[in-house]
């Protein structure tokens, strides 16, 4: 074969790698999105309380314990389906359940959390700064943080039953050790 031949296996190769990539990513899981955050210290926030509320959210809040950090708000749709969940959860006071409220009008978010109970040991209300030191894409999003606050867990969507039973009490409980 002569040196302009060679020129012709290009794009088969370029095809073949594309294809073999393209191969391997049909294997990735579509609802995990990767968080540079896991195994790294939870990020340094203090966020004031809903109006009424006596006390807020902050980093300090972590501390000693293995938390739960749910970033909700009150125009979610998926949040109003997990938050029977997440009773259930508080109810068996296997973890704390901390909140953030993201991006919601206070009157609305207090008026939500009437209706629906209240999960949360806390909830800050966050304008969306802190949301994005931890990474938040989106509401609902959950994590499990260590004793020695280092986020170890995050969950994009809404928890089901299966999650918590699955998934998070498992890690809380090892966490715990």
Wanted: one cysteine or more; a neutral charge.
């Amino acid at each position: 074969m002569n040196k302009r031949g060679w020129i012709f296996l290009i794009p088969a190769a370029v095809f073949t790698l594309l294809a073999a990539g393209f191969y391997a990513g049909l294997g990735i899981d579509p609802s995990v999105l990767p968080s540079p955050l896991i195994d790294r210290p939870a990020p340094r926030f203090t966020l004031a309380p809903l109006p009424g509320e006596a006390s807020g959210f902050s980093s300090a809040d972590l501390s000693g314990h293995v938390s739960l950090v749910n970033a909700f708000a009150s125009w979610c749709v998926p949040c109003r389906a997990e938050h029977r969940v997440l009773n259930a959860l508080a109810h068996t006071k296997r973890v704390p359940i901390y909140g953030i409220d993201y991006k919601d009008k206070a009157d609305v978010a207090l008026a939500w959390i009437a209706e629906l109970g209240n999960p949360y040991t806390r909830i800050g209300a966050d304008d969306g700064r802190v949301g994005i030191d931890w990474g938040v894409y989106g509401v609902p999003e959950t994590f499990i943080v260590d004793k020695d606050g280092r986020i170890r867990y995050k969950h994009v969507g809404p928890l089901t039953q299966a999650d918590v039973e699955r998934t998070i009490l498992p890690l809380v409980t090892r966490l715990e050790r």
